[in-house]
Each structure stands twice: as structure tokens, then as C-alpha cells.
């Protein structure tokens, strides 16, 4: 039996060319069946093919047409993030260099557990974690799978640095769902759930809450939100920072969605505050147009790291650490961790921070391009004026059901991929703009769509 080829080593590069071919052609006829931003048919449907193109998952002979077969069935069936009408999550069409670049990690796989697994790529995770640390005023950070997981190290590091208890957490009712389960992962006390009527945490029920709590100063951690998930809303963060040193709480800022803010020139004013978190969760698989994963935990006290110290002989032996060789394993809950920092080392380099700025401009410009025709058209409702680049709408009218009606029909039928939120006690659509090569008519099309699919 002849041995397959490997992707790296110095025949890699050589084996892989017919393998890209082979995926880009995949690629361009799944795309081509699917026909718009998600396959026709519903569940069943995009599973039925599914189990036709796989067949018997561990066949007794190979399939030399498994690559070509799979990977078209799987661009068919997909959501396709870079169509202009796929805007229900915050799920980035990656950028081509991100996307080459991730194809380069994957083939020299290196392994962030141990320095002689990944020489190269431990020094560059050390100087762009660093370098967007600074950018949020913090002096080091993480990289993560995404906000999820930063938003947990950010408890288990406010947790640790206090002898391990003893911390309580306080958020919005706006806050990511990922904090409420960090606090049960780790074991905390249930959290304090500030009201958030306008959609935002309300700074007078804050200082209420911090002042009602018993404990000595430093046992709260208050995590406010740079971004939420239902509309894109910030949280006034400077007045949360200034509760927070008043009562001398740790301050934790989730900016997984509004981080990519602080490229843009215009709108990292927004951010304003930022600086005073004594971490920050940021996710460039959002407004970073990277593809997944690419999320960061940005801390400003570079000691409370010790807490993620570990010793395992095999990856740094004391002896190895005191020659000069880095020791990662402080780098992560994770031990094997693939290099995601080069994608995003490629990106900021490429288009620099100029270039980001104005993907970040445009996908806000959409936002309120888009705003304006549903103010204009007498058959929709606005929620309120975009914060980023997420615009919350629904049909005059409409019951809650109706609005979810219309939804799951243009899922349905592939025409059109829309969020959802509850808000002000009613269902609104919603439609989170990621997409910096939308264009005018195309925003006009999506509202068409959901006009013409509204039941009456």
C-alpha cells in the first residue's frame, strides 16, 4: 500500500496543490447547488444528503473522490457567511489571507504546549497578544477559543486572585449567557443580575447592588458588556468603571463583539473606559473577519497569571525552563493549543490598522444604511438607531408569531438567514451585519424578502 502524502515536510507543499484544486472546485459547485445563503429544505433535507454523500463513514477501502464529495456536500448544505443575506449571528465571512494563512497553521501544526513543539509560532503568540493587550490598556493577553472562553478565564483569574473564593459576580441582565455558566463551572455563588431596561446595565441599580453586598473590597467582580448579542449595545462604561473603584470592585469588560470597535478611527470612541477593566474579552472571529476560532483575553495585572501555572515534567522540566526555554503551559487552560494567532498576525499586517478601520466602518455604515429603510417603509418598525452593526426590526403589526413565522420560512427556504431577539417584551427580527462587500440593493432585497414572506 502506497502511503498517503503528508501536508508538511519537503514534499507538503507539492502534495497539497492538486489537494487545493480539488477543494476550491468543491467549493465552487457546493456553492453553486446551494444557490443563496443556506440550503433549501430544512433539517431533514440538508441531512438526508448528508448521509447520501457519506455513505459508510469507515469504509473498508478508501474513496479517492472523498475529499471533492465531502466537501461539496458540505459547502451545499452550509451558511454561507459572506452572502449578503446571511446576517442572523455575529458569523464573519473570513478574510481570503486569514483563511490562507489558517491553511499554513494547519499544515505545520504546531502544538502551543511545549516551545520545541512550536518555536516559531510561541513568539508570535507573545508579541500580538501583547500588542492587543496595549490596545485595551492591558499589558498581556490570552488567545482563546472565543468569548466563551475568555469570559471564564476572566472568573476563574478574578476567582484565583483571591485565594481561590470568596468571589461574587455582578452583570446586566444583558449579559452573554457564557458568564452565568462560567460562575457554575467554577463553582461561584450565583450571580447578582442587575437590572438592563434599556438594554444596557443601569449604573444606579449597580451602585445599589455594590453597596447592599457584604464582603471586603476586591470579592466582587462586575462584568459589563461591550457589545451584547441581541443588539449590539455598550454599556456606559466609564461611569461602570468608576463604580467599580469606588467600592473597589474587579471590573471585567466583554468586548467580544464591539472589540474589533477599537480599529476604526471613528467608533473606538465608543470604547471609552475600556482601559480601566482589569480584563477584557475580545473575539476577532466577530468584527476581526477571521476565521474560527480567534478570540483573546486581554489582563492588565500580568502576576495574575501565576494562577494558570502548571508543571509537567515532559513539557517543562525546571531545568529546561532555568536554560531559556519558554514555558507555555501558563498560557492556557488548553494544553495542546494549534497556532490561531498567525491568522491574525497575517491580517493585522496586511491590512494594518487603516485597513481594518474601514471594514469596521463599513459593516457600521450598513447598519445604519440599513436602519434608514426600515424607519422609511411603512410596513416595518425599528427597535432604535444601530450602536454597531446589528439593527433589530419586525414587520407593522406583526404578532410575536407572525415574526417568528417569517423567519423559519426564509430559513426554510434558504432565501434569507435573520436572528431573533426579545426585547421590550416583544420578538424582533434581527439582522447583524458582518458582511463589508453588502451592498445598497442588497439591504433593499432583504427587507423585500421579509416583506413578501410575512404572513398577513
Request: hydrophobic share 45%; with cysteine; proline share 8%.
Amino acid at each position: 500500500m502506497r502511503m498517503p502524502p503528508l501536508a508538511s515536510g519537503a514534499e507538503g507543499p507539492d502534495a497539497l496543490r492538486p489537494l487545493l484544486d480539488t477543494v476550491l472546485g468543491a467549493l465552487a459547485d457546493g456553492g453553486h447547488a446551494r444557490g443563496g445563503p443556506l440550503p433549501a429544505g430544512g433539517p431533514e433535507t440538508v441531512a438526508r444528503r448528508i448521509r447520501a454523500a457519506v455513505g459508510d463513514v469507515l469504509p473498508d477501502k478508501g474513496d479517492p473522490n472523498a475529499l471533492y464529495d465531502l466537501v461539496r456536500a458540505l459547502a451545499e448544505g452550509a451558511a454561507d457567511p459572506a452572502h449578503p443575506h446571511c446576517a442572523a449571528h455575529l458569523h464573519c465571512p473570513p478574510l481570503a489571507v486569514a483563511t490562507a494563512a489558517d491553511l499554513a497553521a494547519s499544515a505545520l501544526n504546531p502544538s502551543l504546549d511545549s516551545w520545541d513543539q512550536a518555536p516559531a509560532a510561541s513568539e508570535l503568540e507573545t508579541l500580538v497578544a501583547r500588542a492587543l493587550a496595549a490596545e485595551t490598556g492591558a499589558a498581556d493577553a490570552l488567545v482563546t477559543t472565543g468569548g466563551t472562553e475568555s469570559n471564564q478565564l476572566a472568573l476563574l483569574l478574578a476567582r484565583e486572585a483571591h485565594g481561590g473564593g470568596g468571589v461574587r459576580l455582578v452583570c446586566g441582565a444583558n449579559a452573554h449567557h457564557s458568564l452565568a455558566r462560567a460562575v457554575w463551572l467554577l463553582g461561584l455563588p450565583e450571580p447578582v443580575v442587575v437590572p438592563a431596561p434599556a438594554g444596557t446595565l443601569d449604573p444606579a441599580a449597580l451602585d445599589e447592588a455594590l453597596t447592599a453586598l457584604p464582603g471586603p473590597r476586591g470579592t466582587l467582580l462586575v462584568a459589563a458588556t461591550a457589545g451584547t448579542t441581541d443588539a449590539g449595545l455598550i454599556d456606559p462604561l466609564p461611569r461602570i468603571a468608576a463604580l467599580c473603584a469606588a467600592h473597589g470592585a474587579r471590573l471585567h469588560i466583554d468586548a467580544a463583539y464591539g472589540g474589533g470597535l477599537l480599529f476604526s478611527e471613528r467608533h473606538r470612541i465608543k470604547l471609552a473606559g475600556l482601559e480601566h477593566a482589569d480584563t477584557v474579552t475580545l473575539d476577532l472571529h466577530k468584527l476581526g473577519w477571521q476565521p474560527v476560532a480567534a478570540g483573546l483575553l486581554t489582563v492588565k495585572n500580568p502576576s495574575d497569571l501565576t494562577a494558570l501555572a502548571q508543571h509537567a515534567d515532559y513539557l517543562n522540566a525546571d531545568d529546561d525552563t532555568e536554560a531559556g526555554l519558554p514555558d507555555l503551559l501558563g498560557r492556557s487552560l488548553r494544553t495542546t493549543r494549534r497556532p490561531d494567532v498567525l491568522k491574525i498576525a497575517v491580517t493585522l499586517k496586511t491590512l494594518g490598522r487603516d485597513g481594518l478601520g474601514a471594514l469596521v466602518d463599513q459593516v457600521c455604515a450598513h447598519a445604519h444604511e440599513f436602519a434608514h429603510l426600515v424607519r422609511t417603509h411603512p410596513g416595518f418598525e425599528l427597535h432604535d438607531p444601530p450602536t454597531i452593526s446589528t439593527v433589530l426590526f419586525r414587520p407593522t403589526g406583526a404578532t410575536d408569531d407572525a415574526v417568528a413565522a417569517v423567519r423559519r420560512k426564509l430559513l426554510h427556504d434558504g432565501r434569507a438567514v435573520l436572528g431573533r431577539a426579545h426585547l421590550d417584551g416583544r420578538l424582533w427580527l434581527k439582522a447583524t451585519l458582518l458582511n463589508p462587500h453588502t451592498r445598497p440593493d442588497d439591504l433593499a432585497a432583504l427587507l423585500k424578502l421579509v416583506e413578501g414572506n410575512t404572513p398577513r
